[in-house]
């Protein structure tokens, strides 16, 4: 993976061997010239992830500028870089600093480090999200398996994340909770333990980090080589402030991805369904028809009007008249199976198309359709419907939008001769 990655170098650190090793692996660098560039390019332009060299001495107008650069990131991570291993990390950076790297840091672990961040920033817009609060622990769950000793994590993390200990693999269903997982790589079993963990993810995504010491480093390499679903390895011996920065970042991200999700999840809903009815709206509907992977041989539709709707709207008002069309489609949808495809197709007409049914079965399913809607007034208004039905007979070749325009029109002839029944085409 490469990255556009904007290096911030204000105490005028040397950055040279970092740069090198991004350009060498493809990465582009851009280098601000000052604070208001850096602000400006990433305001203008598209970057993957952020380093910013974290001063020994922490002034007001630097942590200003780190919330200014926080807000404007939105979900770009953003990587503190440390002059020493042995420099004080301040707990204010966990939930504004994703991770932290030291200025010798080796090669291949600066390239890791930053690629699991921007591969958890790509699987957002950060123009979508960017409005979203980001700032300060996100709370949430860990699930520490087969670690004996917790010492590692920082206090930031205990105040606010549940933190919970298994000396086993995680029962089924007992961890659907947890944000992320923590796992010791010196555990015979922790290969297992991974595969487990991830087979269990259908539509959530929860990260799973390594845990390692000096003893263990070469058995998380060889378990991170398998594939196994892990998002990430932490070295419990490195700084614990850094460790939690990285924690809440993941944690961060897991819920941003949630919050994504459901938003995109209400989005499509919005666009398939009618408010007013609940059921398909039209775009739906022409969307359905026009997949080139439907067969609509075998199938039955029913066209549904209900019967001097425009009287009813016009003395009643259109208040009453979308409760009643809301009426009518709650007992259309007793009557259809849960493969049956039903739509608002215009103002008071629905339509519902049956795959895999014979001609007696759709024409019986309509005249209950009618007889439930007769049966059922709505408030102190007689409410009735009427309904044309044309089947697509198998060996037929009657293409599925002319039988649409057939089954309108035997509605219609069904609405001529008084309304309140059903007429299926011969």
Known sequence: ????????????????????????????????????????????????????SAPTKISNLFWDFLSILRQLCGVIPIIGVLKSKKSDISPLFVGIVDDFIHLDVHGSILIRRINSLVRMKSMFDGNLLSYLPINGAPGGKIVAIFHEQLDFLHESILKNIEVVQLKSLPPQGNDADADLFLINADHTMVNKCCASIHLKQSDSYRPIVLTFDKTSRERARQSLKLDLGCTDVINVEADKVMIACRLV?????????????????????????????????????EDFLARKDQNFTGSAILMIDIDKFKFINDKFGHSFADSMLKHVSGNIKRYVRSSDVIARYGGDEFIIIMKSINRQMALEIANRIQKKVENSPFGDVRCTVSIGVCCLEYGGNLPVRDAILVADKFMYIAKQSGGNSVKICA
């Open 249 to 285: 970042s993941l944690i961060k991200y897991k819920k941003l991805y949630e919050s994504f999700s459901t938003r995109i999840k209400r989005s499509l809903h919005l666009f398939a369904i009618d408010p007013t009815t609940e059921v398909y709206n039209r775009s739906f509907l």
């Open 1 to 52: 993976m490469v990255a556009k990655v904007l290096v911030i170098n204000e105490d005028r650190t040397n950055f040279g061997r970092i740069i090198l090793t991004l350009k060498k692996s493809f990465f582009q660098v851009l280098s601000p010239k000052s604070t208001e560039d850096s602000l400006r390019i990433i305001g203008t332009k598209s970057i993957d992830a952020v380093l910013i």
